[in-house]
């Protein structure tokens, strides 16, 4: 039995941080390993609001309120969560969530990672998962709107920048 | 008593076929003026999927699964359409939704407007309406992805290209 089984309902484990690609075979494991940090994914929406908020604040987001941020992810279609799982205690280290019509489209929003934790190939695998979720419920348009700064990083996934023409655009209120 | 109230339980007229612009006022009149055509939208999602397949048809959109269209259709925050009403009769003109968080973000998806009623103003004032239909929500950002004809329609309409540099980036199963 392995120990984040009961501290999540709907997760994966897809990667210790020391090695994030082969850490797949630790879900089969029945040895237990919390001594030793394991990266852990989750698609429960029932997250600590200001756990998240303390994670956006970390890489600089400006604050949403708490009700908003709660009704959003109620009516998202995935909420991804990200976890560091030590010594039997767990720490959201990264997000991500997509709306969508549960047919065609899906896109993605709130894309972030743990500073302390970026540059691991985290991120990437983190959304890795989102698309394999996203993909076994048949939604094959995966769309997101990409600050400048991270374009490269979405590409080096598999997105198309501008496919065939076709563009971002933004209306807001005056 | 106007006639259309009887047509769609969640309707608005905005414009006549003879001015886009000076129709509102039909809504209070108690004239029967069901000889003059009419233009109506409506938030009403009970659409005849065979009647907005044809009109999607008419603008030569690929055809789609119609268990996967009312699929879509239900899980979109907002659903638009746009009706010819005539001597009683409805006909589907325009045809737009949306999926959202319900909280900050919306994207409008599928578009479109029956060929023999483009160039007179409806697109726009469709589009009009399923902003404001978004902003009753409280939704302030609102995004779509549009293919490169018709940036210009959109630009119009106060919608911003890439702004700060934020690209709309897709993916696709290989
Ligand atoms: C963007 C973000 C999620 C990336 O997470 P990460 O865990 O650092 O990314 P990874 O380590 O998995 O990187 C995967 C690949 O993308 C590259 N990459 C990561 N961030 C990048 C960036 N900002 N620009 C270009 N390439 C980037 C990495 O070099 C790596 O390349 P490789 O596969 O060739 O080795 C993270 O930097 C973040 O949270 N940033 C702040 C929030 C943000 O800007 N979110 C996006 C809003 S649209
Ligand atoms: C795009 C579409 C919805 C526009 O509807 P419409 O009723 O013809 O548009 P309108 O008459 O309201 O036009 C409003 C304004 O946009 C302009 N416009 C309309 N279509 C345009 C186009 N394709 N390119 C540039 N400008 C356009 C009009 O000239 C008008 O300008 P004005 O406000 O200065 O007078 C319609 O042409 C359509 O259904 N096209 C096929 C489907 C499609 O491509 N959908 C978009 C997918 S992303």
Redesign the pocket.
């Known amino acids: 039995m392995v120990f984040w089984k009961k501290l999540f309902s709907n997760s994966d484990t897809v990667a210790t941080s020391e090695t994030t690609e082969a850490g797949n075979g630790l879900l089969n494991s029945d040895s237990d390993n919390s001594d030793l940090p394991q990266i852990v994914f989750s698609t429960d929406r029932e997250l600590d609001l200001y756990e998240l908020e303390e994670l956006c604040d970390r ?1 600089g987001w400006a604050r949403r309120p708490l009700k908003k941020v709660k009704k959003a992810i109620n009516h998202s279609f995935l909420v991804v969560s990200m976890w560091e799982v030590k010594n039997k205690k767990r720490r959201l280290i990264g997000f991500a969530r997509a709306t969508s019509d549960h047919a065609f489209n899906a896109t993605i929003w709130d ?3 743990d500073p302390t ?9 983190m959304m890795k998962y989102a698309i394999t979720q996203l993909r076994s419920e048949d939604i094959s348009n995966i769309t ?4 400048p ?2 374009i ?2 979405y590409q ?1 996934l598999g997105f198309i920048l501008d496919p065939e023409g076709i563009k971002g655009m933004f209306w807001y209120p005056d």
Do not use: H
Request: glycine share 14%; aromatic share 14%; hydrophobic share 55%.
């Open positions: 890489v894309v972030v990672v934790f970026q540059g691991r190939g985290l991120g990437k695998a997101l709107f990409a600050d700064q991270v490269d990083f080096r």
